[in-house]
């Protein structure tokens, strides 16, 4: 056990009322989780004030509160502790409570729009070929060298975040390659890490309900770069937009990739089909199973990692050749008796789908037609519906509009909002079904032989979320069924 003293170094203190010497059971953010001995740390959130949670925490066994704020009566014998910033201490508590796990192995952060599971991803399978014992932190999954954790954010909370961390040095794991969402830097869910690395994929438009303007989740994005230690290396998307603005401050040691222009890891499509990408990466040719433009920015950036953490560049291009994508993304196969070609993607974004949806016509080999599947996810950025719609009809030759866990709304609401802003062509070519299952049947009904049907927006995803409770859904499995049943 560690006293709240030792937990709480590096912490911005305003003031203490008790005990430091005060052994914690452990870290909560949460009063619904407290058991006696536990340290509640009061955070501000989006939906509610964890302060008002300080006397439901202690009534429940808490031993010790950290707050910005201290509650008027103070209750005998619980140690109170007033912070300057108690979701900045959450952080650095959890890794002083853990052991300071971020130090014990190599830590890799990877933050953009677009790309980060497949980067975090790629890392780990890469690190994992190359012999070394590694933990992965990302949307689809966690992972502790093999073992599977079911994740539920991109960026776990701070103290689930440490707790994994430890967990991964306990394990042997030599590195971490983790997803930074915007929201976690924002939230300080990062507080306390120690990165060795930090990488930038690129910024579109997405989370506009929660960053409000796009200014703001470029600002919060380059936090993340602002402060990584003069120690990390820093690598960036010189061909997106905000590439350079991304390191502009940093003191890591800056460097980029480009399929453009010059830069220290330089990339070249020589070709771009449904078996892989054949590309030069620094002027050496190799083969990748993956598809697409945008995964040759990601493998990219995976390349620039593994130099920078000092792996042999033959190797990895080796290693990485035989590598295939993250679960959900561009998961493409093929009826058997109709050679219809059927793409699960997580294209979830405008620029995403953009991107999917382009790559799809490159691959393209006659006259064979395009049809989306696509929704978009409720209480979630609503600006991104209008524009989701039109990409979808005007890449495709017939677009159905459905329901992505419709959450707390209305699904028809929401495609009410994926139709706003089409133009007349783009109006002769949709339709909107709610029901996904159906929707999926549908394009393989319309779908002629040969034909290219793309089920975008919830890739690896086992659920459907409809009004609080998550129903069983996977793209991939209505795919499959809807082939056998329609014998297609
Ligand atoms: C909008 C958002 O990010 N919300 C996150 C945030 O919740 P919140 O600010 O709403 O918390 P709150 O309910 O206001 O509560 C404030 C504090 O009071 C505490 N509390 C609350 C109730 C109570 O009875 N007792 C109590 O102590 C809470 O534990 C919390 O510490 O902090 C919580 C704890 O860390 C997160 O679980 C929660 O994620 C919600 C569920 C969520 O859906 N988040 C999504 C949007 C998200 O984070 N997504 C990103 C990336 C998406 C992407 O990759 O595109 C991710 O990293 O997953
Ligand atoms: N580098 C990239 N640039 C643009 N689009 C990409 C890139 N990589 C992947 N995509 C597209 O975005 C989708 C999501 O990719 P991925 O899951 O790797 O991103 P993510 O950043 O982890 O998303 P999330 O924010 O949901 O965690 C993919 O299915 C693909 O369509
Ligand atoms: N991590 C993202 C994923 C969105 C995926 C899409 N299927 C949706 O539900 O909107 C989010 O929570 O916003
Ligand atoms: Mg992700």
Do not use: W
């Not at 890891?265 to 771009?272: A, Q, R, V």
């Amino acid at each position: 056990m560690t006293s709240l003293q030792d937990i709480l170094y590096g912490v911005s203190i305003r003031s203490v009322q008790g005990n430091l010497l005060t052994e914690p059971k452990d870290l909560q953010i949460d009063s619904r989780k407290i058991v006696s001995g536990s340290c509640f740390i009061a955070i501000k959130g989006v939906q509610a004030d964890g302060h008002q949670f300080i006397e439901k925490a202690v009534a429940a066994g808490a031993g010790s509160v950290i707050a910005e704020v201290l509650p008027a009566e103070l209750k005998e014998g619980v140690v109170y502790v007033q912070v300057a910033d108690s979701s900045v201490a959450a952080g650095v508590m959890a890794s002083n409570f853990y052991g300071q796990p971020s130090s014990k192995l190599k830590l890799v952060g990877v933050t953009g729009t677009n790309g980060k599971t497949t980067v975090a991803t790629l890392l780990y399978k890469l690190f994992t070929s190359l012999g070394y014992d590694c933990g992965l932190i990302s949307t689809v999954n966690n992972v502790i060298a093999g073992e599977v954790i079911e994740a539920t954010h991109t960026t776990p909370d701070a103290i689930q975040l440490q707790a994994l961390l430890k967990r991964m040095v306990d394990k042997g794991c030599r590195y971490a390659f983790m997803e930074v969402s915007s929201h976690a830097i924002h939230q300080n869910r990062i507080a306390g890490l120690e990165f060795a690395g930090g990488m930038f994929t690129n910024i579109t438009h997405d989370h506009l309900d929660y960053h409000k303007t796009f200014d703001e989740y470029i600002r919060v994005k380059k936090k993340f770069f602002d402060e990584l230690p003069a120690s990390a290396f820093a690598i960036s998307n010189l061909d997106d937009k905000r590439g350079m603005v991304m390191l502009q401050n940093t003191v890591a040691s800056k460097q980029y990739y480009s399929l453009r222009s010059m830069a220290e890891f330089k990339g070249k499509i020589l070709e771009n089909g449904l078996t892989g990408l054949l590309m030069t990466i620094n002027d050496q040719e190799v083969h990748f199973r993956l598809i697409g433009e945008f995964n040759a920015y990601n493998l990219l950036a995976v390349y620039g990692a593994a130099v920078n953490l000092g792996e042999d560049k033959q190797e990895v291009l080796e290693c990485l050749s035989k590598l295939s994508g993250a679960e959900g993304r561009f998961d493409y196969q093929v009826s058997p008796v109709d050679k219809i070609i059927g793409i699960v993607d997580y294209a979830h974004t405008p620029d995403a789908l953009l991107n999917v949806l382009k790559t799809i016509k490159q691959l393209k080999q006659g006259e064979e037609k395009v049809i989306t599947v696509v929704g978009c996810g409720g209480d979630r950025d609503k600006t991104k519906r209008p524009i989701m719609g039109q990409v979808a009809c005007e890449f495709s030759d017939k677009a159905i509009f459905t329901s992505d866990n419709p959450r707390s709304e209305d699904p028809e609401a929401i495609l009410r909002d994926m139709e706003a802003d089409l133009n007349s062509a783009a109006r002769r070519k949709y339709i909107s079904i709610a029901d996904r299952r159906q929707a999926i049947r549908t394009a393989f009904s319309l779908a002629m032989p040969g034909d290219i049907i793309l089920v975008a927006g919830k890739g690896h995803e086992h659920y459907q979320e409809i009004k609080g409770v998550k129903h069983h859904f996977n793209d991939k499995e209505e795919m499959e069924r809807v082939i056998r049943e329609l014998g297609r």
